[in-house]
C-alpha cells in the first residue's frame, strides 16, 4: 500500500507540474498519461468530454476527448526534437499500444520526446465526427501543444515532427502537407502557434491527403512500405517522384515482403521487417535530428 501511494503521489506530481507549464523532474524515461488537447474539451465534443474511453489489448475506441501521451526521455539524453505520433487502425480504432506506446518509448531512448496522439474516429460505429472537422483539427492541436511548451519542456521548437501508420499517416499528411500557420489574434495562446512539422515519417501510409504536388514548403519525409502491401506501397513510390520534382529530401523504403500492420517489427519473422526501425533512426541521425539542440 505504501508503495502504491508513492506511485500515485509521484504520477500526480508529475501532472501537476504540467499542468503548471513546468518540465516534469526526471532521471529516466518518464510517462505523462492524458494530455488533454483542449481544456474544455475539443470543439464540437464538449458534452462527450468525460466519457470513457474503450480500451482492449492493443486497441482504443470512443476517443471524445482528445489526448496526447508523452514520453520524455532521460534528461542527460534529451536531445530537444520531439514528436507527435498518429497511430494507425483504419478510423475505427487506434492500434495505440503497438503504433503509439511502442513507437514513442523507442524515441524516447533515442532522446527524442513523442507524443502519442489519441484522435476522434471518423468510422467507428455510430461516429458523428467528420475527418476534416474534427481529426484534421486534432493533429493540428496536437503539434500547437507541444510546439508551444517547447520552452518549459526543453524541447527545440524547430524540432517537432509527426509520424503516422496506416491511417495515422493519412491523419499526419493532413498536417505536413496543408496551410496551418498561427493565429496572432487568438485568445488562446496554443493556437497562436504553427501547427506545420519540421520532419514527417509515414509508415504504410494510406493516401488520403496526399497532394497532387508537393508543396515547396513540405516537410523532409521518411517512408517506409512493404511492396506486397498494395496501396501503401504505391502512395511511398508516388511521393518518390513528386519529392524528386519538389527538390525536398525523402527517404524511401520498400520491403520485398512483409505485408501491412508489422508495427515496430516484432510482428514478422522477417529479418528486414523486425530490423526497420534502424532504418529510421539511422536517417533521424543523418539529418541531426538525435544531436542535442543548441539553446
Sequence with gaps: MRRLNSLVAGLASTLLELACGKEPSRTETSTLKLIPLWQHGAPGSEARRDEPEKAKDWWV????????????????????????????????????????????????????????????LTREEGSSYDLEKHTGADVRRAMRVVRSHAGEWGLDPNRVGIMGWSAGGEVASMVAYRPSPGDPGSDDPIERVAAKPNFQILIYPGSYAIPDVVPPDAPPTFALAASDDEGPAAVVSDLIQKYRQARIPLEAHLFAEGGHGFNMGDRSALASIQNWPQRMADWLKDRGLLTRAKR
Design 61 to 120: 475506441k470512443n476517443v471524445h476527448n482528445p489526448s496526447l501521451t508523452a514520453f520524455f526521455p532521460a534528461r542527460g539524453l534529451a536531445n530537444g526534437t520531439a514528436i507527435v505520433i498518429a497511430p494507425g487502425g483504419g478510423f475505427r480504432e487506434l492500434v495505440f499500444e503497438p503504433e503509439g506506446v511502442a513507437p514513442a518509448k523507442y524515441f524516447a531512448k533515442l532522446g527524442v520526446a513523442a507524443f502519442a496522439l489519441k484522435y476522434r
